[in-house]
């Protein structure tokens, strides 16, 4: 079935430092999701891309879709401690099914 | 608001014992999932419901039953314990679909942790 590709597996930062974790689809996507899991918590939702291009912000964190609504990027600016945790993205394949990226782990070192 | 709210937070069954998961929300959602997350393996849908009595296969239904007699409640089934089954287990509730290009926010449970012996 579908599948969403994110990399890396695991990202270890200095505190301060960028973080960017990506999704890739092989197929055109209608719209993508990212979720943050903290440790020992649940999946909390980020925010939801639609349009081709389309590129987000929260604060210190930038949302971008590919143009060909293929891929997606999460960039966290200047890391802090509070953005441990797992980030991932969702896509809906085509039986409508809800399909999870494997995620990728953030640690930051202090 | 409670939101999500998952029963029990953990359980430790022997193989063969039959359990059942309670998930209840109260945001009057259409929609309610069940995954299972495991090591490395992200979170995988086992059912879904779309609404009060119908349910649907999620990527990984085997060994599970549900069922959605009330639109707040999700139950999730396992009547043949298997050590495969041991994982964290995590409902969550949406509101419907309002086109076909976009699904909506999904808001999670706590989770439920278990262990099959």
């Known amino acids: 079935g579908q599948q969403v590709m994110q990399i890396p597996q695991y990202q270890h930062v200095q505190e301060g430092e960028d973080f960017t974790t990506y999704c890739n689809s092989s197929?055109?996507?209608?719209?993508i999701q990212w979720y943050k899991q903290r440790p020992g918590g649940h999946p909390v939702f980020l925010i939801q891309?639609?349009?081709?291009?389309e590129v987000k912000k929260q604060k210190r964190l930038t949302f971008q879709f590919g143009e060909a609504k293929k891929n997606s990027s999460l960039h966290i600016t200047a890391t802090q401690t509070t953005d441990v945790g797992t980030y991932f993205c969702?896509?809906?394949?085509?039986?409508?099914?809800?399909?999870f990226g494997k995620g990728t782990r953030l640690h930051i070192l202090p | 608001n409670a939101g999500v709210t998952q029963t029990p937070k953990f359980r430790v069954l022997k193989t063969g014992q039959s359990m059942t998961l309670l998930c209840a929300q109260d945001?009057?959602?259409?929609?309610m999932y069940w995954y299972r997350q495991d090591p490395g393996m992200g979170l995988r849908l086992i059912h879904y419901?779309?609404?009060?009595?119908?349910?649907a296969k999620g990527e990984v239904p085997d060994g599970y039953n549900v069922s959605r007699l009330k639109k707040q409640n999700f139950l999730l089934g396992l009547e043949s314990a298997a050590p495969s089954q041991t994982s964290v287990y995590f409902c969550?509730?949406?509101?419907?679909?309002?086109?076909?290009?976009?699904?909506?926010?999904?808001?999670f449970g706590p989770g439920t942790r278990l262990t099959v012996l």
């Open positions: 419901s779309v609404g009060e009595g119908t349910t």
């Open positions: 969550a509730s949406s509101r419907p679909r309002t086109s076909a290009k976009t699904y909506n926010e999904q808001f």
């Open positions: 945001m009057n959602h259409e929609y």
């Open positions: 891309l639609v349009k081709s291009g």
């Open positions: 197929t055109t996507l209608s719209n």
């Open positions: 969702t896509i809906m394949n085509r039986d409508d099914k809800i399909i």
